[in-house]
């Protein structure tokens, strides 16, 4: 028989069956042979070399799921289709496509390659009860490189170790056998009794391969259903320098801007998340939104004391905002409908030239809103193209009732630009291009326009002084004279910059450094370029 495709280690336990044969006197010939003879299959070897590539597969950088359930999207796209049925055959088709039993045994499948649950579980051991009638449960779990994925903690009164929380998708929560509130009485055989927290994970950590835990199981068991919230980092995180999390090792680390899975907001101090696209599939602790806010308060209280600057000092920026998460949900590109490119920053940063040059590409398809002005026309100015001629107590008026996003008041008059200028070219199908004041993305960012803000940022002074410099850039802080920008203009750009991002860049959906003009306009480009043909992170009140 041809043994060129069978499994190694299935060849090697077949071989030291025949070796010891005769040191097996309980067995009989009948049932070695039958033994033998599945060890020799080939349905035994093609499954053995299934398992091997999605070991292998699972280990590779270059592979990881896009979700692990599958299934349940699934459920939610027959809900969506059932209305449909009725008017559609096209829906009626997909439909029953997707109830056919083989379709839904495949995307089982996926979703059990994608959690790992190919790998080997050992059942929990039937429950004894101890000499006081409590009932114990016996339960072992094969330790690998993978961290258990739970904590543990002292109870307050009683001292006695109990499981704080399960990680979802760790071994624990795999197991299907530890639950949170359960006691921990021995590891191995070693009591845990009088020992802390820090003594337990220690001898966990002494032990390889199967691990044995007696426990008293928890009063009440409620399962943890995984949640579907995602949301957007506003801060970056490293458990390792967390001198508060409850275990280290069970940390999830993330930097500003990630998109994290919330699979479990059940504590109130600790939540469960994934890092979108993770292929990793445990769940890690990060600080829920009441820890953070709660952490940065006390980082702003300090540096308002250390710190001799202005950032947390200005009148100009919203104090009682404290960003931590922002629910998100995808954005589909929408044909006919294009959000507005709003690009804020620093005056003199260069947003202005930007936003010409994107006009100049298309006029067709890149519009500016005409703005509204409370002075009288000057000679060759015509109303509604060079601007919206209004009276000085009308226009004040529309300003008192929020109709203006941004407005401002020059030697007496009033200047600004209305909601409705921008709504009326967003529905007209153009891309409205915009560069406010940054206070304006409070009235610009609501779910019906849906603005992409990008941020345009100055580089370090060198080269902020050396590209302006060379490109003989006039000064925007002086209206009266035509000349170049002082180091001392410069600085103050840098350093408003800087104010802004602070506290502003948590609405940030794009971040350009215009060091080079050219270079900034071509990002502004592709930037826009990703906004018209991929689904993009918004917050999630845009899309309900």
Not at 352 to 371: D, F, G, Q, S, W
């Amino acid at each position: 028989m041809d043994n060129s495709n069978w499994d190694a280690a299935l060849s090697k336990l077949l071989n030291s069956l025949e070796d010891n044969k005769t040191e097996l006197p309980s067995c009989s010939e009948e049932e070695l042979n039958f033994l033998s003879e599945i060890l020799k299959s080939k349905e035994l070897n093609a499954l053995v070399n299934v398992h091997n590539k999605i070991i292998n597969i699972s280990n590779d950088d270059k592979f990881f799921p896009v979700l692990s359930n599958s299934m349940d999207v699934n459920i939610d796209v027959l809900d969506v289709l059932v209305p449909k049925t009725r008017g559609s055959a096209d829906c009626k088709q997909l439909f029953l496509l997707l109830q056919n039993r083989h379709i839904q045994a495949l995307l089982c499948t996926h979703d059990a390659v994608a959690k790992k649950e190919y790998y080997p579980k050992i059942p929990e051991l039937p429950l004894e009860v101890d000499e006081d009638d409590e009932i114990i449960k016996i339960v072992e779990l094969i330790k690998s490189n993978e961290p258990l994925g739970a904590t543990i903690k002292t109870c307050e009164g009683t001292d006695k170790i109990v499981f704080a929380r399960i990680l979802l998708g760790g071994p624990a929560d795999r197991s299907g056998a530890i639950h949170v509130g359960d006691e921990v009485l021995e590891v191995n055989g070693i009591s845990v009794e009088g020992k802390t927290p820090a003594c337990v994970l220690k001898i966990l950590d002494d032990f390889e391969g199967t691990v044995t835990f007696k426990l008293i199981p928890a009063s009440s068991r409620c399962g943890v259903r995984e949640s579907k919230v995602r949301v957007r980092a506003h801060f970056s995180y490293t458990a390792a320098d967390d001198p508060y999390i409850p275990c280290k090792e069970a940390g999830l680390d993330f930097v500003k801007g990630d998109i994290l899975h919330i699979v479990s907001q059940d504590d109130s101090h600790w939540w469960q998340a994934r890092r979108e696209g993770d292929r990793n599939m445990r769940a890690g602790l990060i600080p829920s939104r009441a820890l953070q806010e709660r952490n940065i308060v006390l980082e702003r209280q300090l540096k308002e004391k250390s710190d001799e600057s202005d950032h947390m000092k200005n009148d100009d920026f919203d104090r009682e905002e404290i960003p931590t998460y922002e629910e998100v949900a995808k954005l589909y590109p929408r044909p006919g409908f294009y959000r507005p490119v709003v690009l804020v920053g620093p005056p003199g940063v260069g947003r202005n030239e930007l936003k010409r040059r994107l006009v100049a590409t298309n006029p067709e398809k890149y519009k500016t809103p005409i703005p509204y002005t409370s002075r009288s026309p000057k000679p060759g100015e015509v109303n509604g193209k060079d601007y919206f001629f209004v009276s000085h107590e009308n226009m004040k008026a529309d300003i008192d009732s929020g109709k203006f996003i941004e407005y401002g008041e020059y030697k007496g008059n009033l200047y600004g630009t209305s909601r409705e200028s921008v709504e009326s070219l967003v529905n007209a199908g153009y891309v409205c291009v915009l560069n406010p004041h940054y206070q304006a993305l409070k009235m610009l960012r609501n779910p019906q326009l849906k603005p992409f803000v990008v941020y345009v940022k100055p580089p370090r002074f060198e080269i902020l002084k050396e590209t302006r410099n060379e490109a003989r850039a006039r000064s925007t802080f002086d209206e009266k004279n035509s000349r170049g920008f002082t180091d001392d203009e410069f600085h103050e750009m840098i350093h408003s910059g800087e104010r802004i991002e602070f506290h502003y860049s948590h609405h940030f959906d794009e971040t350009i450094i215009n060091a080079d003009l050219s270079m900034a306009f071509e990002e502004l480009v592709s930037a826009i370029s990703r906004l018209e043909t991929v689904p993009l992170w918004v917050p999630a009140s845009w899309v309900q």
